[in-house]
């Protein structure tokens, strides 16, 4: 049975940009935790994609619950590995198959493993291609590895609409490398880490190209960091960033989801 998707009109909607909610971590008490975030306003969870195994659990969650769960279609980098092309004709199927709001999560991870670096680089810059064609945006993982994705879409650029460099922890220069090229930065819990750095950059970008995101179950938020990143968190973030900025929460979901709403078109692609 579908889960009843509420009206937000007239109230603060705020918008969960970056969530893996079909992950295991939130199989005990998944519906309970999504009725917590909705009680804190927040009314869409857009779901990016991470490889052939997360297709399913991620579109049972479209399922159970359209219009809040929106999924996005495409190959994490960390998944990247020796059988890269024969996922990514899957995930080039799954593309065909149907509508999706963007491809994503998409982007090249340093962090973890160089091993497949050159693998990496040429799933990004296809995925970016099939956006391309599509006219979709993409949903950019760049943890330790700004510059090279930076050198790629300069090689390769990403047409309207852009898209998200999720989870954005760069400087000043960077974000203004990323807006420059016209992507919006998707801020998480990570702004509200006391030495992180991220909320002197949030203070000088100005709201409308950020959006919100929680990662979860990944980097929960203070007073919770360490722990699992649960949806209702986004509105830390949130509150976080109006306090940063000096502005209302109201002002920040309102701003915050007007630009997850205009990359991601999902009033339009909802009403067709």
């Known amino acids: 049975m579908k889960a009843e998707f509420p009206?937000?009109?007239g109230e603060m909607l705020l918008a969960?940009?970056?969530?893996?909610?079909?992950?295991?971590?939130f199989d005990a008490d998944r519906p309970a935790l999504i009725e917590a975030a909705r009680k804190q306003g927040v009314g869409r969870f857009y779901l990016p994609n991470i490889?052939?195994?997360?297709i399913g659990p991620m579109l049972a969650l479209e399922e159970?619950?359209?219009?809040?769960c929106i999924?996005?279609?495409?190959?994490?980098?960390?998944?990247v590995?020796?059988?890269?092309?024969?996922?990514?004709?899957r995930i080039e199927q799954e593309l065909a198959r149907r509508e999706w709001v963007a491809i994503g999560e998409i982007g090249i991870d340093l962090y973890w493993d160089k091993t497949y670096f050159k693998e990496q680089q040429e799933a990004f810059q296809l995925q970016v291609r099939w956006a391309n064609e599509k006219k979709l945006p993409v949903a950019i993982h760049s943890r330790q590895s700004f510059a090279e994705i930076i050198a790629l879409l300069d090689e390769q650029p990403k047409l309207t609409p852009q898209g998200i460099f999720h989870c954005f922890t760069g400087t000043l220069e960077e974000a203004r490398q990323a807006i420059d090229r016209g992507f919006y930065l998707g801020i998480g819990g990570v702004v509200t880490f006391k030495k992180s750095g991220l909320d002197a950059?949030?203070?000088k970008v100005p709201l409308e190209h950020l959006v919100l995101e929680t990662d979860a179950p990944y980097l929960a938020p203070t007073p919770h960091r360490g722990k699992r990143n649960l949806p209702e968190y986004v509105r830390l973030v949130a509150e976080k960033i109006a306090e940063i900025k000096g502005v209302s929460l109201e002002e920040v979901a309102?701003?915050?989801?007007?630009?997850a709403e205009r990359i991601f078109g999902w009033e339009a692609k909802s009403e067709q």
């Open 16 to 25: 969960d940009t970056h969530t893996h909610l079909y992950a295991g971590a």
């Open 71 to 79: 999924p996005m279609m495409g190959l994490h980098p960390c998944h």
């Open 7 to 9: 009206s937000f009109a």
């Open 254 to 259: 309102r701003v915050t989801t007007e630009n």
């Open 81 to 89: 590995l020796a059988d890269y092309r024969t996922v990514l004709a």
């Open 64 to 68: 159970h619950w359209p219009g809040l």
């Open 51 to 54: 490889d052939v195994e997360s």
């Open 201 to 203: 950059v949030v203070e």
